[in-house]
């Protein structure tokens, strides 16, 4: 199984802000990466997949980037909207996703 | 409006079974993969299982294997899991999910709201 690391776990970002998420796969999951966006009490919402590329109606101030084990999902000026949890999801081997990091108004 | 409803979940003891059903609107399901995830509180999702968009291909987690069933009746739009043996592991929200179209990528772009299915003596 491909384990699906985040980093950090809590990150504390002011808004208007960049904020950096990272995601470690244990072994190489080529381009076959997403991140979703979860609020409480609501269901996983797909922002990004191939690694970079937006899911419909999804604001350009969302962005991806890597490639292979070392991913980064990067928003570039926070809203007050954004403030949530965020999930990286592999679909190179079977899926698996990571254990989220919550991004938290500072 | 496109929209997955499911229903079914509720509490259940060790070793009984329970059948979850997600009644899709508003897009062809029929067109579609569907999938099964699962999120224990506090943790991040787990993939359970797919069925292809003609019911002819079906895969499963191995922490499910065996005991969970996927299926789906086009013809009412909707997608099943049958869950057997329970174990007070499968605690979770259950939620079916959408596979998006084309490049054969197993990415979720439509999930419903989630069910709980609560495993307890």
């Known amino acids: 199984e491909i384990v699906m690391t985040q980093s950090p776990a809590t990150l504390s970002v002011s808004p208007g802000e960049r904020a950096t998420l990272t995601c470690r796969a244990s072994?190489?999951?080529?381009?076959?990466l997403a991140w979703y966006q979860q609020k409480p009490g609501q269901a996983p919402r797909l922002l990004i997949y191939?690694?970079?590329t937006r899911a419909t109606g999804i604001p350009a101030r969302f962005s991806g980037s890597g490639s292979g084990t070392e991913f980064t999902l990067t928003i570039s000026s926070l809203q007050s909207e954004d403030f949530a949890v965020y999930y990286c999801q592999q679909c190179n081997t079977w899926i698996t996703f990571g254990q989220g990091t919550r991004l938290e108004i500072k | 409006q496109v929209h997955l409803v499911e229903s079914g979940g509720g509490v259940v003891q060790p070793g009984k079974s329970l059948r979850f059903s997600c009644a899709a609107s508003?897009?062809?399901?029929?067109?579609?993969?569907m999938h099964w995830v699962r999120q224990a509180p506090g943790k991040g999702p787990e993939w359970m299982a797919v069925i292809s968009y003609d019911g002819s291909n079906k895969y499963y987690a191995d922490s499910v294997k065996g005991r969970f069933t996927i299926s789906r009746d086009s013809s009412k739009n909707t997608l099943y899991l049958q869950m057997n043996s329970l174990r007070t592991e499968d605690t979770a929200v259950y939620y079916c999910?959408?596979?998006?179209?084309?490049?054969?990528?197993?990415?979720?772009?439509?999930w419903g709201r989630g069910a709980l299915v609560t495993v307890s003596s």
């Open positions: 072994h190489s999951v080529s381009s076959n």
């Open positions: 508003g897009f062809t399901f029929s067109s579609y993969d």
């Open positions: 999910a959408r596979q998006m179209m084309g490049g054969n990528h197993w990415y979720f772009d439509l």
């Open positions: 191939g690694v970079s």
